[in-house]
């Protein structure tokens, strides 16, 4: 507002309405709240959308007051500042400006009333970061189908192949080797259709079907994929997961999902640590705000804060037999879920990755 002079407008202004009192003068023609102040910071006189707006405020009549009410203890009184004003809720743009008034030096607060233009901000963001998260969560589905259909192709191949070469060796009665060689190369081609085929029955299923489920059933058809590969390392999985536990309010599918990645994980993050040193556990339990909370626990090397911050992002991956979406589609999942996917470091070494749910009972 700058050095305005308002002290023969002032005057001039003094036979305005009598509602307005009469030293508030030019102030009664603003379009918004505005006061005058001393330079002792005492107020001398507000028009009547102040007294509507603040003057139900004890800290109305003190510049400092109102000021330390408004923007906290930053006192600093340039330029504009967007506030929050308690006691109504309503957002503010505040202006401090000198000028003078009856040949003393006045201080002028303007507040405009800025609430929708913050309102559309907030309700714009707010659509915008749903956007982003169908976005993400429809091109980790695309990625994961378009992976599965061309991992399949090969994997057919392989099978197609290694049939056949075990037919010859049967054939020729040997060698016995290479026939156990070829058996286990199937049993393992067997293994990963077998995870093909369940991305691609987990991404067909556009429409996520939520129901009540048991964590510990969940936590079961995971473990039995993951048998084989945990005895092979030779890795103790523990399990802490109560028997009352309330059902999770969920798609079954997509939590087997993510609760397979992070476990996958878990065992590759001790692949390279001695092996009476790997321990992997599972526990569940309600959290403070009432929702179920899933952790898996091992004792590999854990992440550095550079891995840490990329975690989430699609196509992060440390391993030189890594995609890096295995994160991203569980973060998309658990987010569709309402819950939330984090990591913390393990005490005593390695990582804890989580997750929560909502209990069904209170979807209900
Ligand atoms: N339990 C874990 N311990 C240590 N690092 C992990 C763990 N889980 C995930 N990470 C890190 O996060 C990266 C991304 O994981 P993920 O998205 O599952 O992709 P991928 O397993 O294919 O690498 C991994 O490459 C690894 O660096
Ligand atoms: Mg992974």
Redesign the pocket.
């Known amino acids: 507002m700058g050095n305005v002079k308002t002290s023969r407008a002032g005057k001039r202004a003094a036979q305005a309405p009598a509602a307005i009192d009469p030293s508030a003068g030019l102030l009664g023609a603003v379009p918004f709240a505005c006061a005058m102040f001393d330079a002792g910071g005492v107020l001398i006189a507000g028009n009547a959308r102040y007294r509507e707006e603040f003057g139900a405020l004890p800290e109305h009549a003190s510049r400092d007051a109102l000021l330390a009410l408004l923007q906290g203890d930053s006192g600093d009184s340039e330029g504009p500042r967007e506030v929050l004003a308690p006691h109504s809720g309503r957002w503010y743009a505040l202006h401090w400006g000198r000028a003078e008034h009856a040949a003393a030096p006045v201080e002028v607060l303007t507040a405009v009333d800025i609430s929708e233009r913050i309102e559309t901000l907030d309700s714009h963001k707010n659509r915008q970061e749903k956007l982003l998260f169908t976005s993400r969560l429809m091109s980790v589905g695309e990625m994961a189908a378009t992976l599965a259909h061309e991992l399949n192709q090969p994997l057919a191949a392989i099978m197609n192949y290694l049939n056949g070469s075990l037919r010859l060796v049967e054939q020729a009665g040997g060698p016995v080797q290479v026939e156990r060689a070829l058996q286990a190369a199937r049993t393992q081609a067997e293994h990963a259709a077998a995870v093909i085929s369940r991305v691609r029955e987990f991404v067909r299923a556009r429409e996520p079907r939520r129901d009540a489920h048991e964590l510990s059933r969940i936590a079961d058809t995971v473990l039995e994929l993951l048998r084989l590969e945990a005895e092979r390392l030779q890795l103790r999985i523990d399990l802490g997961l109560p028997t009352n536990l309330a059902p999770v309010f969920a798609d079954r599918v997509m939590i087997e999902q993510v609760l397979l ?2 476990v ?3 065992i ?3 692949r390279e640590i001695p092996a009476a040193r790997r321990e992997l556990r599972i526990d569940a339990r309600m959290n403070l705000d009432d929702q179920v909370e899933v952790r ?1 626990s ?1 004792r ?4 550095s804060p550079a ?1 840490q911050d ?3 992002s ?1 196509f ?4 030189t ?10 973060r998309s999942i658990i987010e569709y879920h309402e819950g939330r996917l984090f ?1 913390e470091p393990r005490e005593g070494g ?4 989580g997750f929560t749910l909502p209990r069904y009972e209170a979807r209900t």
């Open positions: 990645n992070l996958k994980n878990a590759e993050a001790m898996v091992d590999g090397a854990g992440l891995e990329q975690l989430f699609p992060f991956t440390t391993k037999d890594g995609l890096g979406i295995g994160l991203a589609i569980c990591f390695g990582s804890v990755f």
